[in-house]
């Protein structure tokens, strides 16, 4: 045990570390296993090694572990690979309940030095992380969780020529691809319909395919998988020759079978290849449909939106057919009319404050704000009150002004007491219409902030920047409004030096920059358009704190002076 007793990580040649040093302390030789059992930490000798920084309380590392567990499992067969927990749990019953899951060894939870002394040498800033080091100690990556989360066990024995290998294959097969190189994998060369039979890869060769990636316990995705369903069925109905195959990313059966919104195919629930496809093709978002034309090659990396606008008309999908929507779509936009994008069949109201159904059409001519937000989102809840200082703002000047909140809220509850604080008007709660507005304005994510000329056309989808940035004065937020307030701000600078030393932060000269958003490091009030900045410290003054000694300086008894201006004192 002399080995270890200065407990410090010693290294052989400079860069191979150890095991016995790396692992043990002055009274420990030894690793556990979930059971209790007690293994010698010079059994690993020739072995690869995994060191896996987690904890029970991580909702990512959770997440991660079934994947590691799942490769784990199938190299154990190869007895040279060994994986080790280095737990950041807090309490002991923390540690044994997760622990309870992995099938490999552990640091003991009572050995907290030990564990914390392992954080330094392989850079641990966060978790989970998976160390890769050889059979000589010697680390072979530190970004392990990308490379189970990427490879799989195909990533074996996880050298740089391994990795370099797999990458140059998948290169390969994107230069190749054809709907066999996407969908046939090692050990499967077919799909599956609702009722479990397989279908050949091959019946798809010359066919449109969309590769539906789906989860039905997100709603979008839910939502979106009927509509996909209706065009799917007209163009059966039409002799099409196109297929839909599933990705599903749900976790159980039930939920599965729910996403088979028609008789389409779809890969086995779980199937190795699904987190596969949606590394290759960058998935982002869902629902995502990525079509394959019939050479096999990509036509386009995601067809939702056109899909569930436009329906079967999006058909073919080909480069010729977009353009074609998107001269549709600007058509559309030109004849743009508040009652165009707010009325739904029978759904031609809002709601006012007092729960009143307020006409759509008693709204045409006014500037509206579509107010895409919801209480659950913390940005969300910090911008509405500064929102609402506006509207009050606006509406005093300007009656012919509203706002209408468009909830993500997950109940009628949760709606409610959000609304209950909002002064305007609101869409009620789950309305179908929605659904519809956050695909027409591409809403990715809240809060946003859409902003409608008395027209009805868009004037802009960053209407929230605008009212952070200038509140009230960014009204009615048209390209002119927003050139005025330009030359207001060009013209408030006038004078002011570009540079300037102040005694406050003699480091470095301040120079005179444009921000959004800041707090004077002099008065500690806050700040906006204007500062006198030293980036590299990240130090503002306001440019009244940073002239007021200059002013003083230039002025004459009597006289107050403000850049190239001086004003007889009131």
């Not at 003699?506 to 700040?527: I, M, Q």
Request: hydrophobic letters at 35%; charged letters at 30%.
């Amino acid at each position: 045990m002399a080995d270890a007793a200065n407990n410090v990580v010693e290294t052989i040649n400079g860069d191979c570390h150890d095991f016995k040093s790396l692992l043990s302390s002055s009274d420990r030789d030894f690793l556990v296993r979930n059971n209790g059992d007690q293994v010698k930490i010079d059994s690993l000798k020739g072995k690869k090694l995994g060191l896996y920084f987690s904890a029970s309380w991580c909702g990512p590392c959770r997440r991660f572990t079934p994947n590691l567990i799942e490769v784990y499992t199938e190299l154990s067969t190869k007895g040279d690979f060994e994986v080790i927990f280095v737990s950041a749990d807090e309490d002991e019953e923390s540690f044994n309940g997760y622990f309870s899951k992995m099938p490999w060894l552990a640091i003991p939870f009572s050995d907290s030095e030990a564990r914390k002394r392992l954080d330094e040498p392989f850079s641990v800033m966060g978790i989970p992380h998976l160390v890769l080091l050889d059979e000589n100690g010697k680390v072979l990556t530190e970004e392990g969780v990308e490379i189970i989360r990427e490879y799989g066990e195909e990533g074996y024995p996880f050298t740089p020529e391994k990795i370099q290998e797999l990458k140059d294959l998948e290169e390969k097969a994107k230069k190749e691809q054809s709907i066999k190189t996407i969908l046939v994998s090692r050990s499967r060369d077919f799909v599956v319909t609702s009722d479990g039979s397989k279908v050949p890869v091959s019946e798809l060769e010359g066919k449109t395919v969309g590769i539906y990636f789906s989860a039905s316990s997100i709603k979008p995705s839910a939502d979106f998988t009927q509509k996909l369903a209706e065009v799917y069925s007209k163009l059966k109905e039409n002799g099409e020759k196109f297929e839909v195959v599933m990705i599903s990313l749900d976790d159980d059966e039930e939920s599965f079978r729910q996403s088979f919104g028609a008789p389409w195919l779809a890969l086995p629930l779980k199937d190795k290849s699904c987190e596969k496809l949606a590394r290759y093709f960058e998935l982002l978002t869902l629902p995502t449909v990525v079509i394959i034309g019939p050479d096999g090659k990509t036509l386009h990396p995601n067809a939702a939106d056109a899909i569930d606008e436009h329906g079967i008309v999006a058909y073919p999908f080909t480069p010729e057919k977009f353009a074609e929507l998107k001269e549709i779509e600007k058509a559309s936009e030109a004849a743009q009319t508040l009652e165009s994008v707010l009325v739904s069949g029978g759904l031609d109201f809002v709601l006012g404050k007092d729960g009143a159904k307020v006409k759509v059409a008693d709204l045409v001519g006014k500037t509206i704000l579509l107010y895409f937000s919801a209480h659950w989102c913390p940005p969300c809840r910090a911008f509405t009150p500064s929102l609402v200082e506006v509207y009050k703002k606006i509406k005093e000047k300007d009656d012919a002004f509203e706002v209408i909140f468009i909830s993500s809220d997950r109940d009628q509850a949760s709606f409610d007491e959000y609304y209950s604080g909002m002064p305007w008007l609101a869409l009620p709660f789950n309305d179908a219409r929605k659904s519809s507005l956050s695909r027409k304005f591409k809403v990715q994510g809240i809060p946003m902030l859409i902003a409608l000329g008395p027209t009805g056309k868009t004037i802009t989808k960053e209407a929230r920047s605008l009212v952070m940035g200038h509140g009230a004065d960014a009204y009615p937020f048209t390209e002119e409004r927003l050139k005025e307030i330009e030359a207001q701000i060009e013209e408030m600078a006038k004078g002011w030096p570009e540079k300037l030393k102040d005694e406050r932060h003699e480091e470095h000269e301040l120079v005179l920059t444009r921000r959004s958003n800041y707090v004077c490091d002099a008065c500690k009030e806050n700040g906006q358009v204007w500062s006198f900045y030293c980036e590299e410290c990240d130090f503002d003054l306001h440019p009244k704190c940073a002239l007021e000694k200059e002013t003083k300086a230039d002025a004459k008894e009597g006289w107050v002076c403000d850049g190239e201006v001086c004003t007889r004192a009131s």
